[in-house]
């Protein structure tokens, strides 16, 4: 049984900083493109980040220079660090795993951003 399981939302204030956290069990996480979303109220769920097995990351635009995605294969853990956030950065978001045609989706963590 697949499950990814995101921790580290919260609320912040303009400026702040936030780490995520998303621990895979059930894949064979060396192999898996690992990725974050996000999905603000109103809005469609969009790319924020991605990584590959290899290491090479995408970025959605808006977040160039403030987050960073990485992974700890050892820990089957992907994490977002978020720099300089600001309340565009509020929404829910998710994390995802993709090997081949094979993806899974976590619950998601909130991430607030007052002015």
């Known amino acids: 049984q697949v499950q990814l399981v995101e921790s580290g939302g919260g609320l912040v204030q303009a400026g702040g900083s936030l780490r995520l956290s998303c621990a895979a069990s059930?894949?064979?996480?060396?192999?898996?493109?690992m990725g974050w979303y996000r999905q603000a109220p109103g809005k469609q769920r969009e790319l924020v980040a991605t990584?590959?097995?290899?290491?090479?990351?995408y970025y959605l635009d808006s977040v160039k220079g403030r987050f960073t995605i990485s992974r700890d294969n050892a820990k089957n853990t992907v994490y977002l660090q978020m720099n300089t956030l600001n309340p565009e950065d509020t929404a829910v978001y998710y994390c995802?795993?993709?090997?081949?045609?094979?993806?899974?989706w976590g619950q998601g963590t909130q991430v607030t951003v007052s002015s």
């Open positions: 059930g894949i064979i996480f060396g192999i898996a493109t």
């Open positions: 990584i590959t097995s290899d290491g090479s990351t």
């Open positions: 995802n795993s993709r090997i081949g045609g094979l993806v899974n």
